[in-house]
């Protein structure tokens, strides 16, 4: 796997890189992180917020199989779900409330907005 933070890249990724980058993006020195599971394809787990409160949003190949937690979680959350999509361990489905992202309505509206603007920040960064 590796880690996006649209400034820089980090390959063969460990728990420490992972809680280092997520600080990172906690002290808004970074605006998102995004684990990249090369094996697989089009699967991700991303990351943004600041300051202990951070939108979660994963994706496994397709429209239909891409959730975002509808509410912001804390430091730690976000770190414990990144750390169990680093193993591999589907347990992190299960850990918070998971809404399906649709193009119209699915998460709440808030998290879509800012997700949207992650997004877009990747795009820019990625010409």
């Known amino acids: 796997m590796k ?8 390959r063969d990724v ?8 997520l600080q990172s993006v906690n002290t808004a020195e970074e605006e998102f992180l995004i684990l990249i599971d090369e ?3 089009n699967y991700f787990m991303q990351v943004a917020g600041s300051e202990d ?14 959730f975002c937690t509808g509410e912001k979680v804390s430091f730690q959350q976000a770190l414990d779900l990144l750390k169990v999509y680093l193993r591999g361990d ?8 998971w ?12 998290a879509a907005v800012f997700l949207l603007g992650v ?6 960064l990625a010409l």
Do not use: N, Q
């Open 53 to 66: 409160a951070f939108y979660v949003e994963y994706r496994e190949e397709t429209d239909d199989r891409h």
């Open 99 to 110: 809404e399906k992202v649709e193009m119209r309505g699915g998460c709440s509206k808030a």
């Open 90 to 97: 589907e347990s992190f489905k299960t850990m918070v409330t």
């Open 3 to 10: 880690i996006d933070l649209g400034s820089r890249e980090i």
């Open 14 to 21: 460990t728990e420490e890189d992972l809680e280092r980058a």
């Open 119 to 124: 997004i877009i920040v990747t795009l820019m």
């Open 39 to 41: 094996d697989r394809g």
